[in-house]
């Protein structure tokens, strides 16, 4: 994450930099609303702790294209600058994880749904339709943890999303967004997993997900 910021800070000076004298933030003001497609490889590092105590680590990743939907409201801030703020939504059901047990007796599916951000978007124009900008978020999902446990387990997970990229808008309302980023999400668990010991202890889990991510976005600006 501190890389991240670091592209972020760089961004946002260059921006105020190269900000051209004829640009027009008003040219972006108002709602808009598009659909987006992204590119996207989620990892998983874990660790798996045995009814014994022995920690077992392990990391997982998966590569994805995934559509969603976003909308928000532009606000002008002077002739170069303004700052957008919106929410997406991703549809559908990912597996974001998956352990395997030898013995089938410690086997666990996380799935994971219904994926919002609610960002701001502080933009920077570069021209008097193109606009750089820095994205803030923060993001949550439903979790599904199925298989041979029978403590508790995590439901939802939340997490911080940075990103970066352009945005271009046209003389019809038509928009056109890039961007690049990465949502960082709070540990998921699940307790009691597979068959107990002597002393009736079970196994236990716990997960950190990442997602990174490469999106374009379609959509109108009214």
């Given at each position: 994450?501190?890389?991240?910021?670091?592209?972020?800070?760089?961004?946002?000076a260059m921006a105020c930099?190269?900000?051209?004298?004829?640009?027009?933030?008003?040219?972006?003001?108002?709602?808009?609303?598009?659909?987006?497609?992204?590119?996207?490889?989620?990892?998983?590092?874990?660790?798996?702790?045995?009814?014994?105590?022995?920690?077992?680590?392990?990391?997982?990743g998966k590569i994805a294209?995934?559509?969603?939907?976003?909308?928000?409201?532009?606000?002008?801030?002077?002739?170069?600058?303004?700052?957008?703020?919106?929410?997406?939504?991703?549809?559908?059901?990912?597996?974001?994880?998956?352990?395997?047990?030898?013995?089938?007796?410690?086997?666990?599916?996380?799935?994971?749904?219904?994926?919002?951000?609610?960002?701001i978007q502080p933009s920077?124009?570069?021209?008097?339709?193109?606009?750089?900008?820095?994205?803030?978020?923060?993001?949550?999902?439903?979790?599904?943890?199925?298989?041979?446990?029978?403590?508790?387990?995590?439901?939802?997970?939340?997490?911080?999303?940075?990103?970066?990229?352009?945005?271009?808008?046209?003389?019809?309302?038509?928009?056109?967004?890039?961007?690049?980023?990465?949502?960082?999400?709070?540990?998921?668990?699940?307790?009691?997993?597979?068959?107990?010991?002597?002393?009736?202890?079970?196994?236990?889990?716990?997960?950190?997900?990442?997602?990174?991510?490469?999106?374009?976005?379609?959509?109108?600006?009214?």
């Amino acid at each position: 994450m501190k890389n991240i910021m670091k592209v972020v800070y760089t961004t946002i000076a260059m921006a105020c930099l190269t900000t051209s004298s004829f640009a027009d933030s008003g040219n972006f003001n108002g709602f808009y609303i598009g659909v987006a497609g992204s590119a996207i490889g989620a990892e998983l590092d874990g660790s798996y702790t045995s009814n014994e105590g022995v920690v077992s680590k392990g990391t997982g990743g998966k590569i994805a294209n995934v559509g969603a939907i976003d909308a928000g409201y532009n606000i002008a801030l002077g002739s170069s600058m303004f700052v957008s703020f919106g929410a997406s939504y991703t549809p559908g059901e990912a597996k974001i994880g998956k352990a395997d047990d030898a013995a089938d007796a410690a086997d666990i599916d996380i799935k994971a749904e219904k994926f919002y951000t609610y960002y701001i978007q502080p933009s920077f124009m570069v021209s008097d339709n193109t606009a750089v900008f820095v994205k803030l978020g923060a993001s949550e999902a439903d979790v599904k943890i199925t298989g041979d446990f029978t403590g508790t387990s995590t439901n939802s997970m939340d997490g911080d999303t940075v990103s970066f990229g352009s945005k271009t808008v046209f003389g019809s309302g038509m928009y056109i967004q890039s961007e690049a980023g990465i949502t960082e999400y709070s540990s998921i668990s699940v307790t009691d997993v597979g068959t107990a010991n002597n002393n009736g202890l079970k196994g236990k889990a716990k997960a950190d997900p990442s997602i990174a991510f490469g999106t374009i976005t379609l959509g109108y600006k009214f």
